[in-house]
Structures are given as C-alpha cells and as structure tokens.
C-alpha cells in the first residue's frame, strides 16, 4: 500500500480559503489520487481526482469552480485549494490514492487512505 498524509485543515469562516495536501510515500504503484470529505452522519463522497498523469482532474458538482485539486510530482504531493467556502464543506477530507487509470469518483476504488484532517467552516 501507500502511505498517505493529509493536512492543512483547519477552522476558517465562511467564504475564506483552505489548501490542503496529502504527501505520498511507499513503493506501491498507484495511479490516481482523490480527495474524499465525510461530515458527521453523513457517508464519504468524492471531492475531486487526479491521474498521475496531471491531466482531466474530476471534480464533484457541489465542489466544481471552488476547489482545485493540482499534483507536484517533484514532491509526490497532491493538494487541493479550496476557495469560497461554506459551512457545508465542514468535513474530515481524506486523501486516498487508486491504482485505476482513470479517476473514479467511488470509494471501492481506492486501495489506501489516510488518517483525514478536519475543515470547519464557520457562519
């Protein structure tokens, strides 16, 4: 498996800016990497992907023109900025890497995850 390391959550109020990042490490080969969220109560559902290739990032509908999801190679880190936030995003958002050549926006296809870092957006 990869390891994966998430951070960059924080609490921040609404309309404000977060970036957060997932620093991979390990010999497994994977291909694609994504960014999930949680909320309390809620199932986790897919934020945005990207290949490793860097092309066609994907992103869920409720989150497509906010947030940006962007690979550095160099420092196998995968980040993802997110802009105009609202209480709604308020979630634990994990990192999780696939060995699927095309990103997925389903939980099955990702074989490692980490530990997730909390976003509060407040009112």
């Known amino acids: 498996q990869v390891q994966l390391a998430e951070s960059g959550g924080r609490s921040v109020e609404a309309g404000g800016s977060l970036r957060l990042s997932c620093a991979a490490s390990?010999?497994?080969?994977?291909?694609?990497v994504a960014w999930f969220r949680q909320a309390p109560g809620k199932k986790r559902e897919f934020v945005a992907g990207?290949?490793?290739?860097?092309?066609?990032?994907y992103y869920s509908d409720v989150v497509k023109g906010r947030f940006t999801i962007s690979r550095d190679s160099a420092q196998n880190t995968v980040s993802l900025q997110m802009n105009s936030l609202a209480p709604e995003d308020t979630a634990v958002y994990y990192c999780?890497?696939?060995?699927?050549?095309?990103?997925?926006?389903?939980?099955?296809?990702?074989?490692?995850w980490g530990q997730g870092t909390q976003v509060t957006v407040s009112s």
């Open positions: 999780a890497a696939g060995r699927s050549i095309a990103v997925v926006p389903n939980t099955r296809a990702y074989d490692s």
């Open positions: 390990g010999s497994a080969a994977f291909f694609t």
């Open positions: 990207i290949t490793l290739m860097g092309d066609k990032p």
